[in-house]
């Protein structure tokens, strides 16, 4: 009985995102303290929003403007679950994500770094316009698994293969992803990069990708 | 428009307005330029009206489409090319001399109309001008409605667009097809919202964006006819949200839609063509065609509806000629032999009957190597 009662509550999670209503959001998360459902199940009820919609993303059905609003409505319910997470944390696998310096375009990135949050990373997002050093210090502070680079533009793009052949000097075993409008798969590959997602709806797969063959020293 | 007035046009080195030229006649000039393309060189003018009235010219016309790109050739930075415009027509003009094609792109960058409007505009001095997106004029939803329609007179960089073009029109008259890019309503909106924040206020808000697009498309129409009045005959307004990447299509024709219509009547009662550019991810050709009936579209990505090229070319090939489609990471990083076997792939998909212009995607990536650029143009002519 127990069982049907959270599974209902845990579906209308799943409903709020997909359906970025963060009324019931809230409610569904009240209910699911109520019935001392773990937090673990509602991320995960979040995350299964959050994934049925990724996979539509770009389609007549799930276009973009739409999707943003649900990523909104997501990082709302992970925020309220975060203290409740916080003993999680040393589990996650970190990320530090940016856009490269002089590049003020966020909207790529800001979706890359709710998925990546939604789907289980503990995502240490440096904003936009992040200089060299700075990632390369987050790297090292936060012992980052991931680093996730945006760019799109043509002109600041270029401070890509500097980032990467810095990090790879300090950190040889984090997985750098790379991604933005001027870049394709053979620019990333000769930039050194470990892994490119031409956009959100493949990152989560091409990141892991990534991490299997930078783990099994495999080449790309 | 007769015969002799569009000789007695030409003579004097201008373009006549091709709107005042009745179909036939210009069908009837394109099948006889075409005619003599078999036999001999035609120039830039009649190569342009060979293909886009879907005959063959000598070779398919190539758009280089370089922009900032060009300041390399006078060594000007970044910032210096958006904000003097003598500075970006001598290195416009210059390029046009050094490394050809058929069509110039005229513009400063893309800020221009949004920093018009008052938003804060950053011009660094190695990469492309862009907002302040910490200080955006638009702070929230109800800043839309606050937006005030703002006199061309008093907009000095969308003025300084229009310097270029009479001057590109004085000094190279027949040279080249000089085209400026008009950003579109939503395009001006994000540089001063940011896109993120735009496209969730379309589903939010959608009458104050409604109103706000209403004021800005009153102003690029001031513009778009300031443009039209130096002797323009093509103008390109940037429709990048009528994508897939962009809007949903269903939003985009209830929000932008009608207001790129309006953009484009008024292009099309000035005589002149619309060339949409577009290179969002699966642009939607079939809305943009619906609603702008472009002569024109300029694209990177295949749209919604076409799974390739020669479906695309059997799909709309009679109804808009196609601007297109070498992808600009490979003119960033691609051998000039990798560019010119990818210029003879997209010719041959899109070049047969006419109705096609070589291009990028996008605009030439404006820090890459200008050789690939030459090869472009090289390659429209070996194998066009």
Same mark, same amino acid.
């Given at each position: ?38 937090? !673990? ?17 770009? !389609?007549?059905? =799930? ?64 904003? !936009? ?47 750098? =992803? ?23 709806? =493949? ?18 | ?36 393309? @078999? ?22 016309? %190539? ?93 000095? @960089? ?43 206020? %379309? ?57 790129? @219509? ?9 005589? %002149? ?16 065609? @619906? ?9 990177? %990505? ?83």
């Amino acid at each position: 009985m127990n069982s049907e009662k959270n599974k209902e509550v845990l579906n209308s999670v799943e409903k709020a995102v997909q359906e970025h209503n963060a009324d019931e959001l809230n409610k569904s998360i009240d209910q699911a303290g109520k019935q001392e459902i773990p937090t !673990t199940e509602i991320r995960q009820a979040l995350f299964q929003g959050l994934e049925h919609l990724r996979k539509k993303l770009f !389609t007549p059905e =799930m276009p973009l403007p739409k999707f943003l609003l649900s990523l909104d409505v997501l990082h709302q319910g992970l925020k309220r679950l975060s203290s409740a997470e916080e003993s999680e944390k040393s589990r996650a696998i970190p990320v530090v994500i940016g856009v490269v310096e002089g590049d003020p375009h966020d909207l790529g990135k800001n979706i890359i770094s709710r998925i990546y949050a939604a789907s289980g990373y503990q995502v240490y997002d440096l904003g !936009t316009r992040v200089p060299v050093d700075a990632f390369i210090n987050s790297v090292k502070e936060k012992q980052a698994k991931v680093l996730a680079l945006s760019s799109m533009i043509s002109t600041t793009m270029m401070q890509m293969p500097e980032i990467i052949k810095r990090v790879k000097a300090i950190s040889p075993d984090t997985v750098i =992803m790379v991604g933005g409008a001027p870049l394709d798969l053979n620019l990333a590959k000769s930039f050194g990069a470990d892994g490119y997602a031409e956009s959100a709806v =493949m990152v989560l797969e091409e990141t892991e990708a990534a991490m299997e063959r930078v783990s099994a020293k495999e080449k790309w | 428009m007769s015969v002799s007035e569009i000789i007695d046009s030409l003579r004097k080195g201008r373009i006549p307005p091709l709107g005042l030229i009745p179909d036939n006649v210009l069908d009837f000039l394109a099948r006889l330029t075409s005619w003599r393309g @078999r036999r001999s060189e035609l120039s830039t003018i009649e190569r342009l009206l060979a293909t886009m009235r879907h005959k063959e010219p000598d070779h398919v016309p %190539c758009a280089p489409l370089v922009g900032g790109a060009y300041r390399q050739l006078t060594g000007a930075s970044f910032r210096e090319f958006s904000l003097d415009p003598n500075v970006a027509i001598e290195a416009g003009l210059l390029g046009l001399e050094v490394i050809g094609g058929d069509v110039l792109l005229l513009g400063l960058d893309l800020t221009v109309e949004a920093s018009d409007f008052g938003q804060t505009t950053i011009y660094p001095e190695n990469s492309t001008a862009h907002p302040d997106y910490a200080n955006p004029l638009i702070k929230d939803y109800t800043d839309y409605r606050k937006l005030k329609r703002i006199e061309l007179k008093s907009a000095p @960089r969308m003025q300084k667009v229009v310097e270029m073009s009479r001057r590109a029109l004085k000094e190279k008259g027949l040279s080249a097809v000089f085209v400026p890019v008009v950003s579109s309503p939503l395009s001006v909106l994000a540089m001063m919202r940011s896109a993120e924040r735009v496209f969730k206020d %379309c589903v939010l808000y959608p009458a104050e964006v409604m109103a706000a697009m209403e004021t800005v498309t009153g102003v690029l129409i001031d513009y778009i006819n300031a443009l039209c009045d130096t002797g323009l005959v093509i103008i390109a307004p940037d429709m990048l949200f009528a994508a897939k990447s962009g809007l949903g299509k269903e939003l985009w024709e209830k929000m932008e839609g009608p207001f790129g @219509r309006e953009i484009a009547e008024v292009i099309h009662r000035r005589n %002149c063509l619309v060339a949409i550019h577009n290179c969002g991810d699966g642009p939607y050709f079939d809305s943009m065609v @619906r609603f702008m009936e472009p002569e024109a579209i300029s694209f990177a %990505c295949l749209p919604d509806d076409c799974k390739d090229r020669k479906e695309l070319k059997k799909k709309y090939g009679d109804q808009t000629t196609f601007i297109g489609n070498v992808e600009t990471p490979l003119l960033y990083r691609g051998s000039p032999q990798q560019v010119m076997e990818e210029c003879k792939k997209v010719i041959d998909d899109l070049a047969e009957g006419g109705g096609f212009i070589l291009a990028p995607g996008c605009e030439y990536p404006p820090n890459a190597n200008l050789l690939n650029a030459i090869i472009l143009v090289q390659a429209a002519r070996i194998y066009g």
